[in-house]
C-alpha cells in the first residue's frame, strides 16, 4: 500500500528540548517537502529536498534541520531555537519539481511544546 | 507566484453540485492551478489540476477561462464526507521555487 507516513500523529515535548519527525514514502519519489501549519492558516514551506543528500531552505526554516540520507525517508528536527514550535507539521513528495507534478501529503504531525 | 482569491466560506446541498471559484488574475503562461482539500487535522488532499484545458477525474472537474484568470473546480455531487477547506493554488514551473503557496482557502460546507 503506497503512501507518505508521518510518526507519531502527536508529540508532545517540554520547551528547550529538540525533537524529530519522521517523514517516509514508499512512492518512489525523488523530492520531498515539510511544511508548518498554524490554526486557521494555510501551509508555509520549511525545507525541500529534490534529490538525496540534498536540501534547500524554505520560507521557515529557522529553527528547523533536515536530512536525507535515504530517498524514501527526510526526518525534521524541531530545535531550541525555534521560537514558537507548537503546530501542525505536514510531510509531502513528489515524482518530480516541474509545475505539473502534484504533491501528495501525509497525514501529519501535531507537536504541542509545553 | 501569482496569488490566489477564494470565498472564505460557502455551503451546498447535499446532492447537488459544488461550484468553488477561484481568483489567479496575475497568472502566468506557464503556471498550473491546483486544487487540494484539507479535512480537519488531516493532510491535504489532492484533487486535480490544470494548466490551460478543462481536466476531469473521479472526483472533480476543473473549468479554467480561456483568460486563465480564474478557474472553478466542480464536485459534480456533493456528499456530506466533502466538507472541508479547499485551497486553490497557483505553482509556477520555472520560477526556480519548489513550492505550493497556500491561502486561507474556501470552508465547503455540504447540508444535509
Known amino acids: 500500500d503506497g503512501g507518505i507516513t508521518q510518526s507519531p500523529k502527536y508529540l508532545f515535548r517540554k520547551e528547550g528540548q529538540n525533537v524529530t519527525l519522521s517523514c517516509e514514502q514508499n512512492?518512489?519519489?525523488?523530492?520531498m517537502y515539510w511544511y508548518r501549519q498554524d490554526p486557521g492558516q494555510g501551509l508555509r514551506l520549511i525545507y525541500y529536498s529534490q534529490i538525496v543528500n540534498d536540501f534547500q531552505k524554505g520560507d521557515i526554516a529557522e529553527g528547523y534541520s533536515v536530512s536525507r540520507e535515504k530517498k524514501e525517508s527526510f526526518p525534521l528536527t524541531v530545535t531550541s531555537a525555534q521560537k514558537n514550535p507548537t503546530a501542525f507539521y505536514l510531510c509531502?513528495?513528489?515524482?518530480?519539481?516541474?509545475?505539473?507534478?502534484?504533491?501528495?501529503f501525509g497525514p501529519g504531525t501535531r507537536l504541542t511544546v509545553l | 507566484d501569482a496569488k490566489t482569491t477564494q470565498p472564505t466560506s460557502m455551503d451546498c446541498a447535499e446532492g447537488r453540485a459544488a461550484n468553488l471559484p477561484c481568483n489567479h488574475s496575475?497568472?502566468?503562461?506557464?503556471?498550473?492551478v491546483y486544487w487540494y482539500r484539507q479535512i480537519h487535522s488531516q493532510g491535504p488532499q489532492y484533487i486535480i489540476h490544470?494548466?490551460?484545458n478543462n481536466e476531469t477525474n473521479e472526483m472533480a472537474s476543473l473549468i479554467i477561462t480561456e483568460d486563465r484568470k480564474s478557474s472553478t473546480l466542480i464536485l459534480p455531487h456533493a456528499t456530506l464526507r466533502d466538507t472541508a477547506v479547499y485551497y486553490c493554488?497557483?505553482?509556477?514551473?520555472?520560477?526556480?521555487?519548489?513550492?505550493?503557496?497556500f491561502g486561507t482557502g474556501t470552508r465547503l460546507k455540504v447540508l444535509a
Open positions: 512512492l518512489n519519489h525523488d523530492a
Open positions: 509531502a513528495s513528489s515524482s518530480g519539481t516541474s509545475g505539473g507534478v502534484a504533491q501528495y
Open positions: 496575475t497568472i502566468s503562461g506557464n503556471e498550473y
Open positions: 493554488i497557483v505553482r509556477s514551473t520555472t520560477s526556480g521555487t519548489y513550492k505550493y503557496i
Open positions: 490544470g494548466l490551460k
